[in-house]
């Protein structure tokens, strides 16, 4: 996983450490590794500031046009919907063959489209720090378990296993649903960059908190790849169904919790995705 430079705690390679302050932000992610944990912008003078205030002001702007771009969509989306189904039921009238084909076809790129609005809104809900979090004791393996089952279609439709391993009785102090959305994520992204094989998950419980891998059997990922996996609307997969938001949503989520989120992964080797959750998380953390 290897990542170089400035690490979670914002020390430096060699062992230096930087003096702290400044807005939380994502930690650059280098060398096949995503890690999920915040580090701060360092000290700098008047130039410094003034750069760090414009991008501020650029991460704004760039919110607000996310937020208003997906709420704006959501309501013209819902009515193709609304009378694709309509047309599907057949209560406007008979279909052949042929147009029952392309009303299915449709109603798959509106889903396709109103996953991408959705996902774009709970990136900009996030970034805005609107989110808070509700922590409660959560039964890590019924929790993969409702994952699995949401995600059965797609591993069928696409010819790929989806199966877990371990995690009986592993629980852990957390926000439950941000924690499935995060597995969501990483176990839709796994099968959409998998062909053959499919998708393990492994729940394993550790002295400081409780590991989640998603193992696949993909092709792998390269330097490259490795580097731009967590980023929004990253494309490395030829797959029309992959956005690019599901990972990258799974990493700020995981930010959201102090989790630490990383890949390792070699080509031709697979993938393996790792959720590492601290043994409880504050309430506060996603203040």
């Known amino acids: 996983m ?17 003096r702290l302050e400044g807005e939380v932000t994502p930690p650059l992610r280098r060398g096949g590794a995503g890690v999920g944990k915040a580090v701060r912008r360092p000290r ?19 919110q607000r046009f996310f937020w208003a771009f997906s709420h704006e969509l959501r309501t013209p989306l819902n009515v193709i919907l609304c009378y694709n189904d309509l047309l599907a039921s057949e209560i406007l009238g008979s279909l052949t063959a042929e147009q029952e ?9 509106i889903n396709h489209l109103k996953q991408l609005v959705e996902g774009i809104f709970e990136l900009s809900e996030i970034e805005s720090r609107a989110v808070p979090v509700a ?3 959560v039964d890590l393996c019924g929790l993969v378990d409702e994952v699995i089952a949401e995600l059965a279609p797609l591993a069928a439709a696409r010819g790929l296993y989806l199966r877990k391993e371990g995690g009986a009785g592993v629980t852990a102090v957390t926000d439950g649903p941000k924690v499935r959305r995060i597995l969501v994520g990483l176990c839709a992204g796994a099968l959409h960059l998998t062909g053959e094989g499919g998708v393990m998950v492994r729940v394993r419980a550790g002295a400081r908190g409780v590991t989640i891998d998603v193992v696949d059997t993909s092709h792998g990922l390269d330097e490259t790849e490795r580097e731009q996996i967590f980023e929004e609307f990253a494309r490395v997969s030829p797959s029309p169904q992959h956005t690019g938001l599901n990972l990258a949503l799974a990493y700020r989520l995981a930010l959201l919790l102090g ?8 080509k031709g080797r697979g993938s393996v995705y790792s959720l590492h959750l601290p043994a409880c998380v504050e309430a506060a953390a996603g203040r």
């Open 135 to 137: 922590v409660e004791r």
């Open 259 to 266: 989790a630490d989120l990383e890949v390792t992964s070699e």
């Open 44 to 62: 700098g003078g008047s130039r410094t500031s003034c750069l760090l205030e414009e991008l501020d002001k650029a991460r704004r702007a760039r």
């Open 101 to 109: 084909l392309a009303v299915t076809r449709m109603a798959a790129s």
């Open 2 to 18: 290897g990542s170089s430079g400035e690490n979670a705690r914002g020390e430096q390679a060699d062992g230096r450490s930087q």
